[in-house]
């Protein structure tokens, strides 16, 4: 592929003989001349050359060429437009990258003569097709997995949490989003970056809105996982607080294909192989795995009603991925058999003085929605101490991490976090030390003693760290024997 532009015009001369002049007009074959060709092309870059004559030769080395394009950049990383490149042989190469929209690029070059002419010429670099973004090629992730945007605390205060989408040529995409609280925000792409992504943020401001109240999740531990609460002011038809309640679905969707599976590597979709046959976007808000009336949907057919997939493959749909995140609170310091609170067994009362001898505390640590908190400072630790007469072997600090005490399968199911078979040890939310009788067993008295634990918890990035002092395990250690 080229293009070449040429012309022969006249040049004048003035030779000089004694006193005797002439003027001679002549013409060359080729005055000036330009051809633009393309080298190569490949899925993200071509190579152009430029080939110059001027009066029947080419152009001396080190004349400058300009090339121009109108999409794309001669810098891989920044965005430059114009170049120019000197000859060599009268030829001149570059490399255009293709933009960011994947867009075809008119590449045009150009030189200037003695004459003060400009001989330019121009070519289309069309590029392949590139790799269709199927559903299975788009990833959604945020950097945070809890937050505490249900602590009564901080009413009125914003998180803010960076979000990524991933994508085969991540530039050319132009996704949209969606949330069942809180709302994303799209900020300017950087404009000394070449194919630069906008930042995508997730922002929610305490108090403003909550996630769906819904009904706690069928499970083999269910009379763990919640408790009743009815009167405590919440909105919805559910009277029983449970993990769910804190959970937040979010999505992205874009323009795309439905993914397959491509048995014979022709890099298309072939009539028999298996597809994902989507379903127009949703929030599910309610956790249950598929679109129920009232939750937020993107018409992608325009039918007016949400549509599950229609049976045949789509080459050009709208594509979408789903993340969860937990809303959760304050460590939940009351007086009630599901709030935070230590234990141990047995009882203080029964343990006595030696080395051998001692007391397992438990420190259970969750919201009043039984999530774990959140977690995101280097130093959020829960802080054990013992009163006089007991001493602290093990477990004086334990330092604090996010987990969402769920887990979300590939299919959007969810389940509770259980360590071992224990419905009572549920995952991200217990914590232990270990205490001993301290008093000189010749002759000790009976007495009150007591354990002591603080959370200290960071609520979302960039927000100052919280304290909060559970209530004491408090027991009787009884007087040693005669």
Request: charged share 25%.
């Amino acid at each position: 592929m080229s293009e070449t532009r040429g012309m022969c015009k006249p040049t004048f001369y003035w030779p000089m003989v004694l006193i005797f002049s002439a003027m001679v007009s002549g013409c060359f074959d080729i005055e000036e001349q330009i051809t633009v060709t393309l080298i190569s092309v490949e899925e993200d870059r071509a190579q152009i050359s430029a080939e110059m004559i001027f009066r029947d030769a080419p152009i001396e080395d080190g004349e400058m060429v300009t090339f121009r394009t109108d999409r794309g950049s001669f810098d891989e990383l920044g965005d430059q437009k114009v170049i120019e490149v000197p000859a060599s042989g009268g030829v001149a190469t570059v490399t255009v990258f293709r933009s960011c929209d994947l867009n075809s690029s008119t590449v045009s070059a150009s030189f200037r003569t003695i004459n003060r002419s400009t001989p330019s010429a121009q070519l289309v670099v069309a590029f392949p097709d590139p790799p269709l973004v199927t559903n299975r090629d788009l990833g959604f992730t945020c950097a945070a997995s809890n937050i505490a945007a249900l602590d009564e605390g901080l009413i009125g205060e914003t998180f803010t949490i960076d979000c990524t989408v991933n994508a085969p040529n991540r530039a050319a995409l132009n996704p949209a989003f969606a949330a069942e609280a809180g709302r994303f925000i799209t900020g300017e792409a950087p404009r000394n970056e070449r194919c630069a992504v906008a930042p995508i943020t997730y922002q929610v401001v305490v108090g403003e809105d909550e996630p769906k109240n819904v009904a706690p999740l069928p499970h083999r531990c269910i009379d763990a996982f919640s408790y009743p609460s009815a009167g405590d002011g919440r909105p919805g038809p559910d009277t029983y607080r449970n993990p769910r309640d804190g959970l937040v679905s979010l999505i992205v969707y874009a323009a795309g294909a439905e993914g397959f599976d491509d048995q014979n590597q022709s890099g298309a979709w072939d009539l028999g192989e298996p597809f994902d046959d989507l379903a127009e976007p949703y929030v599910d808000a309610d956790d249950n795995g598929e679109w129920t009336p009232g939750e937020w949907y993107q018409d992608v057919n325009g039918s007016g009603a949400w549509d599950a997939g229609n049976g045949r493959y789509d080459a050009a749909t709208i594509i979408w991925k789903k993340t969860q995140m937990i809303w959760s609170g304050q460590p939940w310091a009351a007086d009630h058999e599901k709030a935070s609170r230590l234990t141990t067994s047995p009882s203080f009362e029964s343990m006595a003085p030696g080395a051998n001898e001692g007391r397992t505390v438990k420190v259970r640590i969750v919201d009043r929605n039984l999530n774990p908190i959140a977690a995101h400072g280097t130093s959020d630790q829960v802080r054990v101490q013992a009163s006089r007469d007991l001493e602290l072997v093990h477990g004086a600090q334990s330092s604090l991490s996010q987990s969402m005490g769920l887990v979300v399968g590939a299919d959007g199911t969810v389940n509770h976090v259980v360590e071992g078979t224990d419905c009572d040890q549920p995952g991200g939310r217990y914590f232990s030390a270990r205490v001993r009788d301290a008093r000189d067993p010749e002759g000790c008295e009976a007495g009150l003693v007591s354990v002591t634990a603080e959370v200290r918890y960071t609520p979302a990035p960039g927000v100052r760290q919280r304290s909060i002092q559970l209530l004491p395990l408090e027991g009787r250690l009884r007087a040693c024997d005669p």
